[in-house]
């Protein structure tokens, strides 16, 4: 099959002033392919994710291909995927987060044109016999009763729901409530389930992406894509509910507040809004570490994620943390007046230069390794970039002024009015 290369490059950092390899980019069914070939590598690494389902039943059906996949025997063939990529030398995860499914593998290169192969058959035609099917579901409903059990899945998981609609596929069922609905899930609603739709994939190492790509084209039959049909706009609440309180066993709670943010990953504002979270809780030499870790000793863990990954729909803010016993409603009041004081305040031209650095310096850390070089890839594909946008972030970072972390605060982090979750042994209200 004839690919058309849309883009191909060779570019230097500014850092190491090393030529990296060639990137290039390739039209393929569903999706596009994203390259780097590295003929000294005697490895090779595949990144892939999906386009977001559109509803519950898509985010379900997703969930239970991918148990399928990785738990047993799939396909026309009875190909037991795991067994064979090991066979083989190549290790894989497959994982399905917040209705976003990724594939990761990294394996021998003399291998890989074979293990091409396995992975896309598997995905053209993902059926599974009834024992796959039925183990996969009981696997899933053990790892939902076991995620059950942690006070920050809990937690997070409670925001989710305030934050996001019935119909939204990133609203979360409680525990019981999921394991009904795959219960009902039938062999039918999985056959021939595109669960790499729209797909970004990255390949990188000892393979020339060409061959990756006509493997794939082969193999794949396109399928209606998923921008087809219509994307729905969800809701999001007007009103603050106050504070929602999950019991979970155990001697440890854990708190985490939510508020939606205007933003998604494809937004200009998105790398600005990146570096200021992590002055805010992103990293280690953060203010909210500060506060409640090393000056009071009040929790182990503390952190602020932007979730706001899939570039069509905007997502939210949250922070979670885990107090010592006895000290809940005490982290909870330093938490909230750190927030507020990064809402009110202008944060410092050393505390940005200091999350600039440490930025650019994981960036160029994960270059080093073939799977942080796909995951990074896969990063900027998601957003729309090919390889050449990708090299050029330590420059985007360093050209972040202080005009534009003050312009994106007043805009995106102005508002302090958080969805609350505590979830511990008899969690009670917080204020």
């Not at 650019?360 to 890839?377: D, H, M, N, P, Y």
Request: aromatic share 6%.
């Amino acid at each position: 099959m004839s690919l058309a290369s849309i883009t191909k490059h060779r570019a230097v950092t500014a850092d190491a002033k090393m030529p990296l390899p060639s990137g290039s980019q390739f039209e393929v069914p569903n999706g596009i392919l994203h390259g780097f070939h590295i003929p000294n590598s005697s490895l090779f690494a595949l990144n892939i994710s999906n386009a977001q389902p559109i509803n519950h039943d898509e985010a379900l059906r997703q969930e239970i291909v991918v148990a399928c996949l990785v738990n047993g025997e799939v396909s026309k063939e009875k190909i037991f995927l795991s067994r064979e990529l090991e066979s083989r030398g190549a290790s894989f995860s497959l994982e399905c987060q917040a209705g976003r499914a990724e594939l990761r593998v990294i394996g021998p290169a003399e291998h890989s044109t074979e293990i091409l192969k396995l992975l896309f058959k598997c995905f053209a035609d993902p059926r599974a016999p009834g024992q796959t099917l039925s183990l996969a579901k009981r696997k899933i409903a053990a790892e939902l009763r076991y995620r059950s059990t942690s006070s920050r899945a809990m937690a997070e998981d409670a925001i989710r729901r305030l934050l996001y609609c019935d119909a939204d596929p990133r609203h979360v069922e409680d525990t019981e409530a999921r394991i009904r609905a795959i219960e009902m899930v039938d062999r039918t609603d999985i056959q021939n389930f595109p669960l790499f739709n729209e797909a970004h994939l990255v390949i990188a190492g000892n393979i020339d992406p060409t061959v990756a790509a006509d493997i794939l084209s082969e193999a794949l039959p396109p399928s209606a894509p998923r921008s087809d049909r219509p994307i729905p706009t969800w809701p999001y609440p007007t009103t603050c509910p106050g504070s929602t309180r999950i019991e979970v066993p155990g001697a440890q709670h854990t708190v985490a507040l939510g508020r939606p943010v205007r933003l998604n990953s494809a937004h200009p504002d998105y790398l600005t809004a990146c570096l200021m979270n992590n002055v805010l809780g992103g990293a280690f030499n953060s203010w909210l570490v500060e506060a409640t870790r090393e000056e009071h000793g009040l929790n182990y863990s503390i952190q602020s994620e932007l979730h706001c990954r899939d570039p069509k729909h905007t997502g939210h803010w949250l922070v979670h943390f885990s107090p010592n016993a006895g000290d809940l409603e005490r982290a909870t009041s330093i938490v909230r007046s750190v927030i507020s004081r990064f809402s009110d305040s202008k944060i410092s031209e050393a505390d940005l230069d200091l999350q600039k650095n440490a930025y650019v310096g994981r960036f160029l850390v994960s270059l080093s390794s073939l799977s942080g070089l796909c995951a990074l890839a896969l990063s900027e594909a998601e957003r729309g970039s090919g390889p050449d946008y990708m090299l050029s972030l330590p420059d985007r970072i360093r050209a972040i002024t202080m005009e534009d972390v003050e312009r994106v605060r007043s805009e995106h982090f102005q508002d302090r009015d958080f969805f609350t979750a505590v979830a511990g042994p008899n969690p009670k209200p917080v204020r």
